[in-house]
């Protein structure tokens, strides 16, 4: 069953992201998702208001700094 252009218009326009990814992948070598490691400086204040919202949501603070960041976007 060949696409016509517009199904094949609608299915980039929907993957759009995952089409941008292998993409960027095949110039780079490297993929966006993953996790690394990294070293930051904060406020004594800041540590602790982490902390607190670690124990109160039972979450990893890496998670609560990720979510605050994509909130962002």
């Not at 941008?20 to 070293?39: A, H, Q, S, V």
């Not at 890496?62 to 909130?71: D, Q, T, Y």
Request: charged residues 45%; glycine residues 4%.
């Amino acid at each position: 069953m060949p696409l016509d252009k517009k199904k094949i218009r609608k299915i980039l326009e929907k993957y759009k992201y995952i089409f941008e990814t292998l993409e960027n992948y095949d110039k780079t070598k490297e993929w966006p998702i993953g996790r690394e490691r990294i070293d930051i400086t904060l406020s004594r204040r800041t540590i602790k208001k982490l902390r607190e919202l670690k124990e109160k949501t039972g979450k990893p603070i890496s998670r609560l700094v990720e979510e605050a960041i994509s909130g962002l976007e």
